[in-house]
């Protein structure tokens, strides 16, 4: 357990993605604000990790109740819908994996955002069948999906819990009633953004009179949301999906001058699912993660698994050798998944194809010495002729990686979408803009597009909760990160700096990020890693 704890500690947040390097695409979390280098910690037995401090305190005030890995993640997010807004909370949707050490079971939840029944197809196609601009696809009703996030959480803490349900809230909606310092974090983003201000409600709270972002340590009390959280704790998730809560996030979605079409039907309709977790092999250890809608299980698994069938293994630790390959690799698995990965319940998944010892050794030979460039997908087993579509890259999101006194542990990616998501406030959250990572063309070259916009449909995400194995079955690494479609290049060059290159978990995580989306090869601007640059 000790090494379990010390490994969780640091790869499951992968908290500092820097710049990449001109002439990359610039497309870090939220922007980036800074870096701060941490020393590896260990605990005996249980650890929090989370974005925020407050967060921390609050999962761990949860464990020394005698809660479980679930009462705690709980916990955690409702104060990071608080101290980090910006990031995810209730007005959004999840991803999260359980390992239950007594039944030795992984089990995975799907709070992810769902498409209003009156989403068309060509929901980000202006009047001339173009794609919308980028502030009119982002910012308003329009991009606000059905949030998955309650229901998810009440569905795996009826499975999980051992707390009362109102008992988790209480460290959110004391820190709302008594107030939050202005993080230099959230300083920053607050000072950067250009729309929040817009709404009255966001305007009030995170801005001054003369509309400057609120000063670092100056209190933020969030009443509204006290109200919310002592309403859904009451009552539960029901008091969200329904009723007067419900009532004003539909009218805010529907108002707004980009206005949504979400109804009150759409949020009574939601179902938060479990489903089957997605594991596969990498050497001696065993991986697990999110299969479809997101990306994320089966691009993490990709992506380990065609570097083990190349010379990947020979490079030198850190190498421009060793970088090469793992972009390369990216380029393959950003090409599979773009043409592919979707919500299995409105296009078939080739999930079994794609990760099949043949179809990667395949995938693994057409690495060369020099960049291909651009990849083109493959052709797995099972695989519909779909085409791609070029995806609105956003980047946000926070991770919480959780054990218990059990053993028993969570890895949770959560999210809002962009920072700040919609700029829609309601009651003391945010909405999301979720819907921006489906695909704004419905098909190309009269073949359809897998993610396209459909009624009840969940966008494909990148999010990658992961756990890793050892040889013997014990839980090695609570994993994830945050980073919008680069998460999975994040998520596994941590993996390859622990598994591989023998780093601990703190040390991975500082690792400067590289890798490549099937574009141009990206390297953490300022690090050393700069110098491999031609």
Not at 29 to 55: I, Q
Not at 409 to 415: E, H, I, R, Y
Request: hydrophobic share 45%; charged share 20%.
């Amino acid at each position: 357990m000790r090494i379990l704890a010390t490994l969780a500690l640091a790869a499951c947040c992968l908290l500092a993605p820097g710049h990449p390097a001109a002439p990359l695409r610039a497309a870090e979390p939220e922007g980036a604000t800074g870096r701060e280098d941490r020393p590896a910690l260990v605990a005996p037995k249980t650890m929090v990790v989370a974005a925020n401090p407050h967060a921390v305190d609050a999962g761990l005030e949860m464990l020394r109740a005698g809660g479980s890995a679930v009462d705690a993640a709980v916990a955690v997010q409702m104060v990071l819908g608080l101290v980090e807004p910006q990031s995810s909370g209730i007005g959004g949707g999840a991803f999260l994996l359980h390992w239950s050490q007594d039944a030795k079971r992984v089990r995975s939840y799907d709070g992810r955002e769902t498409a209003p029944a009156a989403a068309r197809a060509t929901r980000f196609l202006g009047a001339d069948g173009t794609p919308l601009s980028p502030r009119d696809a982002i910012v308003g009703g329009r991009p606000v999906g059905v949030p998955g996030l309650l229901r998810m959480l009440e569905l795996a803490h009826r499975e999980h819990g051992r707390l009362p349900w109102a008992r988790l809230f209480e460290p959110a909606i004391r820190l709302a009633e008594g107030g939050f310092a202005v993080s230099p974090r959230l300083h920053r983003l607050l000072d950067r953004e250009r729309d929040l201000g817009a709404d009255a409600m966001a305007r009030q709270l995170f801005y001054t009179a003369d509309d400057h972002a609120r000063p670092v340590g100056e209190r933020i009390v969030n009443a509204e949301y006290a109200a919310t959280l002592r309403a859904i704790a009451a009552g539960g998730a029901d008091v969200f999906y329904r009723g007067a809560i419900a009532e004003d996030l539909v009218r805010a979605v529907r108002r707004h001058p980009n206005a949504g079409d979400l109804t009150l039907e759409d949020l009574a309709a939601y179902s938060a699912l479990e489903r089957e977790p997605m594991c596969g092999a990498y050497r001696d250890r065993r991986i697990c993660g999110m299969g479809p809608p997101s990306s994320g299980g089966i691009g993490v698994l990709q992506l380990l698994g065609i570097l083990e069938r190349s010379p990947f293994a020979q490079a030198l630790p850190q190498s421009a050798q060793a970088l090469h390959w793992f972009a390369e690799a990216g380029r393959l698995v950003y090409a599979d998944r773009l043409r592919y990965v979707a919500d299995p319940a409105f296009v078939p998944q080739p999930v079994a194809g794609l990760l099949e010892p043949d179809y990667l050794a395949a995938r693994a030979r057409l690495l060369g010495e020099r960049s291909m460039g651009r990849a083109q997908a493959g052709e797995p087993r099972g695989a519909a002729a779909m085409s791609d579509a070029a995806e609105y890259a956003l980047a946000g999101t926070s991770h919480i990686s959780i054990v218990d006194e059990r053993g028993d542990a969570v890895a949770m990616t959560t999210t809002i979408e962009d920072g700040f998501g919609s700029r829609i406030m309601v009651r003391g959250f945010l909405l999301n803009n979720q819907l921006t990572d489906f695909a704004f063309v419905p098909e190309v070259g009269g073949r359809p597009v897998a993610n396209r916009v459909e009624a009840g449909k969940r966008p494909r995400s990148s999010m990658s909760p992961t756990f890793v194995f050892d040889s013997d079955g014990s839980l090695q690494i609570v994993a994830g990160s945050p980073g919008g479609t680069a998460i999975i290049n994040y998520v596994a060059k941590a993996l390859v700096a622990m598994l591989d290159w023998e780093m601990d978990a703190q040390t991975a995580v500082a690792l400067p990020n590289f890798g490549s989306r099937n574009g141009p090869t990206e390297i953490e601007r300022g690090s050393a890693y700069s110098a491999l640059i031609p």
